[in-house]
């Protein structure tokens, strides 16, 4: 099988370093192009940046310039702050690129919501309907034939893979749906803030973006068409771990009519049957982000509580991998015709 050309702009970044590290031991590419969202005055070595790929990159880390990105690959990763990718994105589609966006660029298919919940307007709206949400699980045709693959938010995936099969069945209230969420640091991205610095974090948590988070709606979007156009009513409370990595996502639905743990099992296993890093956890076996991190994994587990007609899910990821950057990969992998597991085992 041949390879192809891949380049990764925001390489500098944790999703950006993640993709490095799994692009180099894919059979299917070639590593040709690495790019900084920020400006550099002179190309550096990427293992200067990243000592850890000494011996196995011996790419530069350049300045980002949209021409020598189109022309360095057939397929681009773009792992850069909200706002910018959406200025790159026409050029690559004009060029025949296929790109993977895992910013918030075009996950909404509203350009209003973009603007509403990313504080700036969306300057390419004309593609928003051509972007596919690309979460592998739920979206494999779709994102079979896609040019451009919006990237789904970490939060959103750990959330819409352990909901969206019992919104498909029926067997939970749409409008009640309550998620307690934790995330570790990288969560954040690379960058200095006084509240990220390890004297601040260590033994500390806190809630943070209450209920305003900017995964909320997307979470909306991709659940809305299993619910059968229902409404759905979030409450949605995201929470900063003094962790490297990893979401475990805490959901508490509220049961249409009684079912046993048998029964909610057997739904999940048979909705996910072709799903290979989709993990069932047996019963009273609760996800630990161990268990996820370095992994492309999503484990889930789940609990039915009959008398009090509720149902509580956990769900856990390694937000720099399923939520970022091994997603990423995943999608590629869909969108070649590849192994959906090719480079991630």
Known sequence: ????????????????????????????????????????????????????????????????????????????????????????????????????????????????????????????????????YGITELSAQAIAKARLVANPGCYATSVILACAPLLKAGLVEPDWIVIDAKSGLTGAGRKSETQLLFAEMHENLWAYKVNHHQHVPEIEQALAPFAGGAPLGLCFVPHVVPLNRGILSSIYLRLVKPATWEQVDALYRDFYRHAPFVRLRPKDQWPQLRDVE????????????????????????????????GQAVQNLNLMRGWPETAGLL
Request: aromatic share 6%; proline share 5%; hydrophobic share 50%.
């Open 1 to 132: 099988m041949s390879t192809i050309r891949v380049a990764v702009a925001g390489a500098t970044g944790y999703a950006g370093e993640e993709l490095i590290r799994l692009l180099l031991v894919h059979p299917h590419v070639q590593l040709t192009h690495l790019a900084a969202s920020a400006k550099w005055e002179r190309p550096v070595a990427v293992s200067t940046v990243f000592p850890r790929f000494a011996r196995q990159c011996d790419l530069p880390l350049e300045s980002l310039d949209p021409q020598r990105l189109a022309a360095s690959c057939d397929a681009a990763f773009l792992a850069l702050p909200h706002g910018v990718a959406m200025t790159l994105v026409p050029a690559l589609l004009k060029a025949g690129k296929q790109v993977i966006d895992l910013s918030g660029d075009f996950r909404l298919k509203d350009a209003a919501l973009f603007t509403q919940w990313y504080g700036k307007p969306h300057t390419h709206p004309e593609l928003l309907g051509e972007a596919v």
């Open 294 to 325: 370095g992994t492309n994994y999503c484990d889930l587990a789940f609990a039915v509580d009959a008398a009090q007609r509720g149902l509580i899910l956990s769900s856990a990821i390694d937000n720099l991998l399923k939520g970022a950057a």
